[in-house]
T-cell receptor
Framework: KQEVTQIPAALSVPEGENLVLNCSFT??????LQWFRQDPGKGLTSLLL?????REQTSGRLNASLDKSSGRSTLYIAASQPGDSATYLC????????????FGKGTSLLVTP | AAGVIQSPRHLIKEKRETATLKCYPI?????VYWYQQGPGQDPQFLIS???????DKGSIPDRFSAQQFSDYHSELNMSSLELGDSALYFC????????????????????FGPGTRLTVL
């Protein structure tokens, strides 16, 4: 069964800092990987999708990389803002989990003014 | 752009009652996924449908059933509700073509609905 791990579980940074969230998965035979943002008690907002054949994707201040062979992905957030405070979830599609997404437990991010 | 619609948004039930959650996928999407997110937990896959047929099954309890209708909307039926069923239930849709083939799987993003918050008292 695909296992997805996210490190750190929680992170607190002052506004303006650049930060990196990490995601690892046990089965590298994935189709793609998605990063989501979730505010407390709210729904899932898709941030980036990286196909298995891609190395990275960028959207605004967000950059996600994928190293499929080593089973790792990182989400880089530049110039963090208080509005970035949320839980960030990594989810992989494939790797013995069929076509459903297999989620990590998330990184809870707090950006302080 | 049209998004995934879920109804109701909030639902309160008593133990042992039944509940039905509805999902309306993005037009032209052919695959629907259901996920359950317990308090403080990550979303867990329950079940999926492709072209109105069950395509994958995850950790869905036997007390739950689901189906996809001819108009592609899906319903999750939950019976004999337990306190532990209290959770956020998400529906997601994608245009997966044939989910049993690799073609398309790499490119297809799952779009999530806002979720239904079920509280069992």
């Amino acid at each position: 069964k695909q296992e997805v791990t996210q490190i750190p579980a929680a992170l607190s940074v002052p506004e303006g800092e650049n930060l990196v969230l990490n995601c690892s998965f046990t089965d590298s035979a994935i189709y793609n990987l998605q990063w989501f943002r979730q505010d407390p008690g709210k729904g899932l907002t898709s941030l980036l999708l990286i196909q298995s054949s891609q190395r990275e994707q960028t959207s605004g201040r967000l950059n996600a990389s994928l190293d499929k062979s080593s089973g790792r992905s990182t989400l880089y957030i530049a110039a963090s803002q208080p509005g970035d405070s949320a839980t960030y979830l990594c989810a992989v599609k494939g790797g013995n989990s069929g076509y459903a997404l297999n989620f990590g437990k998330g990184t809870s991010l707090l950006v302080t003014p | 752009a049209a998004g995934v619609i879920q109804s109701p948004r909030h639902l309160i039930k008593e133990k042992r009652e039944t509940a039905t959650l509805k999902c309306y996928p993005i037009p032209r999407h052919d695959t629907v996924y259901w996920y359950q997110q317990g308090p403080g937990q990550d979303p867990q896959f329950l079940i999926s449908f492709y072209e109105k047929m069950q395509s994958d099954k995850g950790s869905i309890p036997d007390r739950f059933s689901a189906q996809q209708f001819s108009d592609y909307h899906s319903e999750l039926n939950m019976s004999s509700l337990e306190l532990g069923d209290s959770a956020l239930y998400f529906c997601a849709s994608s245009y997966d073509r044939d989910p049993r083939s690799v073609w398309g799987a790499e490119f297809n993003e799952q779009f999530f609905g806002p979720g239904t918050r079920l509280t069992v008292l």
